[in-house]
């Protein structure tokens, strides 16, 4: 089978065995560490269209095929710190939409005033990134005018100056990004990738700031109509891989993106868990990985929690199985019950617990 490959690490090993496991060559560095992997599944083909073979840590680095090679190169390095933030650790995206009418907290933060405060409570919860969205982008949500957007988004901006907490930017227009990161915001977050306004790569590049590079299939009006695709996981992957090839070719540096799947859009409950099982993949981008699955549908699907205010288990154990892959930034509403799991989880398979 000849065609692209792909390497799916598998067997994520933490604390001593794996810098143990790492030193005698049996396992590899994930992501630059503290995780280790013990192999990894080949893939080759083209979606829809595979041969899969489970590979060990050193039969992965004996390997001289040159896509390997540099598949491995991007799984292991080091990943440098985002807007200061060290990835040594699973890092906290706190939500704050200041919308009326968003899924999962529709129009309680919708005034500039309780969405300043509600920043502040999840940095203090210890959220180590706020994210702020003035649109909607929930199935079937239609869009936003800029000034609307704008409108939404800079009083809130300007009421959180000085918050030490670097802020991220959750929109898709370019307009949005250029005002937003003048009025403090230290990362942009894109559910479109640089894709759906014409003027985004440029105004992305400009800014100078990391940036999240989202996976959506078609637009939120329409994207939970029969989404489709002959390997959801591989399909994801090779966009993600494009969109940061397009934004190195735009002038951005590959150091300053961030991939993200997408859980719930344009995807089934079964696309969803493809993605959530084979996260680890997405490390073969070279980039750091974020995940967004937080009081999602498909929480709600598996549990049979309806409202999506109390899908917060469900989301926790999303955000701890994301973590156990080494994901190295987590997007959630529940910022306090996320970090308590994830610092007891982590102190659980390190086998010892360094405050922050
Ligand atoms: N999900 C939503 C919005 N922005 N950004 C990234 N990078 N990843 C995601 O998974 C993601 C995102 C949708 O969730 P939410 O903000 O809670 O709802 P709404 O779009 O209705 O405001």
């Given at each position: 089978?000849?065609?692209?490959?792909?390497?799916?690490?598998?067997?994520?090993?933490?604390?001593?065995?794996?810098?143990?496991?790492?030193?005698?060559?049996?396992?590899?560095?994930?992501?630059?560490?503290p995780?280790?992997?013990?192999?990894?599944?080949?893939?080759?083909?083209?979606?829809?269209?595979?041969?899969?073979?489970?590979?060990?840590?050193?039969?992965?680095?004996?390997?001289?095929?040159?896509q390997?090679?540099?598949t491995?190169?991007?799984?292991?390095?080091p990943?440098?710190?985002?807007a200061?933030?060290?990835?040594?650790?699973?890092l906290?995206?706190?939500?704050?939409?200041v919308?009326?009418?968003?899924?999962?907290?529709?129009?309680?933060?919708?005034?500039?005033?309780?969405?300043?405060?509600?920043?502040?409570?999840?940095?203090?919860?210890?959220?180590?990134?706020?994210?702020?969205?003035?649109?909607?982008?929930?199935?079937?949500?239609?869009?936003?005018?800029?000034?609307?957007?704008?409108?939404?988004?800079?009083?809130?901006?300007?009421?959180?100056?000085?918050?030490?907490?670097?802020?991220?930017?959750?929109?898709?227009?370019?307009?949005?990004?250029?005002?937003?990161?003048?009025?403090?915001?230290?990362?942009?977050?894109d559910?479109?990738?640089?894709?759906?306004?014409?003027?985004?790569?440029?105004?992305?590049?400009?800014?100078?700031?990391?940036?999240?590079l989202?996976?959506?299939?078609?637009?939120?009006?329409?994207?939970q109509?029969?989404?489709?695709?002959?390997?959801?996981?591989?399909?994801?992957?090779?966009?993600?891989?494009?969109?940061?090839?397009?934004?190195?070719?735009?002038?951005?540096?590959?150091?300053?993106?961030?991939?993200?799947?997408?859980?719930?859009?344009?995807?089934?409950?079964?696309?969803?868990?493809?993605?959530?099982?084979?996260?680890?993949?997405f490390?073969?981008?070279?980039?750091p990985?974020?995940?967004?699955?937080?009081?999602?549908?498909?929480?709600?699907?598996?549990?049979?929690v309806?409202?999506?205010?109390r899908?917060?288990?469900?989301?926790?154990?999303?955000?701890?199985?994301?973590?156990?892959?080494?994901?190295?930034?987590?997007?959630?509403?529940d910022?306090?019950a996320?970090?308590?799991?994830?610092?007891?989880?982590?102190?659980?398979?390190?086998?010892?617990?360094?405050?922050?």
């Amino acid at each position: 089978m000849s065609g692209k490959i792909y390497l799916r690490p598998v067997g994520v090993i933490w604390g001593d065995v794996a810098a143990a496991a790492i030193a005698e060559g049996a396992a590899l560095p994930l992501a630059g560490g503290p995780a280790a992997f013990l192999g990894a599944q080949l893939i080759e083909g083209v979606p829809g269209r595979t041969a899969r073979r489970q590979l060990s840590a050193r039969d992965i680095a004996a390997s001289a095929e040159p896509q390997i090679r540099a598949t491995l190169d991007r799984l292991t390095a080091p990943r440098p710190p985002i807007a200061g933030l060290a990835l040594n650790r699973p890092l906290l995206m706190g939500i704050v939409n200041v919308t009326p009418d968003s899924f999962s907290d529709g129009g309680d933060f919708a005034e500039a005033g309780s969405a300043e405060a509600q920043a502040r409570r999840l940095a203090a919860e210890g959220a180590d990134i706020i994210d702020i969205g003035g649109e909607s982008t929930r199935p079937g949500a239609a869009p936003v005018d800029a000034a609307e957007e704008l409108a939404r988004i800079l009083p809130v901006l300007a009421g959180l100056r000085g918050l030490p907490t670097p802020i991220s930017i959750d929109t898709r227009k370019a307009a949005l990004m250029t005002a937003a990161v003048a009025g403090g915001a230290a990362i942009i977050n894109d559910v479109s990738a640089l894709t759906y306004d014409p003027g985004a790569l440029a105004a992305a590049a400009r800014s100078g700031v990391p940036i999240v590079l989202m996976h959506a299939l078609g637009d939120p009006r329409t994207m939970q109509d029969q989404p489709a695709y002959a390997d959801v996981l591989l399909e994801v992957y090779d966009y993600l891989a494009a969109r940061i090839e397009a934004c190195e070719a735009a002038g951005i540096p590959r150091r300053l993106l961030i991939a993200d799947p997408g859980i719930g859009f344009g995807k089934t409950l079964e696309h969803n868990l493809a993605l959530m099982a084979g996260i680890a993949l997405f490390h073969g981008l070279g980039v750091p990985v974020l995940l967004g699955a937080s009081r999602k549908r498909f929480i709600g699907a598996i549990s049979g929690v309806t409202d999506p205010k109390r899908r917060s288990h469900g989301s926790v154990a999303a955000a701890l199985a994301a973590a156990a892959e080494a994901v190295q930034v987590l997007r959630v509403h529940d910022v306090a019950a996320t970090r308590e799991a994830l610092d007891v989880w982590r102190a659980s398979v390190q086998g010892r617990w360094q405050p922050r």
